[in-house]
Nanobody, 125 residues
């Protein structure tokens, strides 16, 4: 499956953005497997932000709980990340990822996810 992120932008602190991740290919859409959003800031390791299981169950990093919401539209084969109350420390390249072999996200380890998008830049000033 191919994953393509979009929606990154420069935004002021306190603002909002919605990232999208369009999935294409012959393995079905986000409704069939575990998907997640990750981010990588300059000089830092890539880290998990949120995950969503095939049944819609979600999990969030403590740093974004209450501010970010992960969701999906199975009909559109698209994963979303709604980001509110953005802070400068949210500045990073954001990636979506999928584990095509699992309907449940049982790990946040990068190697658990076998498909990655190219990333979209979010900058909070």
């Amino acid at each position: 499956v191919q994953l393509v992120e979009s929606g990154g932008d420069l935004v002021q602190s306190g603002g909002s953005l919605r990232l999208s991740c369009a999935a294409s290919g012959n393995t079905g859409g986000p409704g069939r497997y575990c998907m997640g959003w990750f981010r990588q800031a300059p000089g830092k390791e890539r880290a998990g932000v949120a995950t969503i299981d095939s049944d819609g169950s979600t999990s969030y990093a403590d740093s974004v709980k209450g501010r970010f919401t992960i969701s999906k539209d199975n009909a559109k084969n698209t994963l979303y990340l709604q980001m509110n109350a953005l802070k400068p420390e949210d500045t990073a390249m954001y990636y979506c990822a999928a584990n095509l072999a699992s309907t449940v996200c049982i790990s946040w380890l990068l190697q658990y996810f076998d498909n990655w998008g190219q990333g979209t830049q979010v900058t909070v000033s």
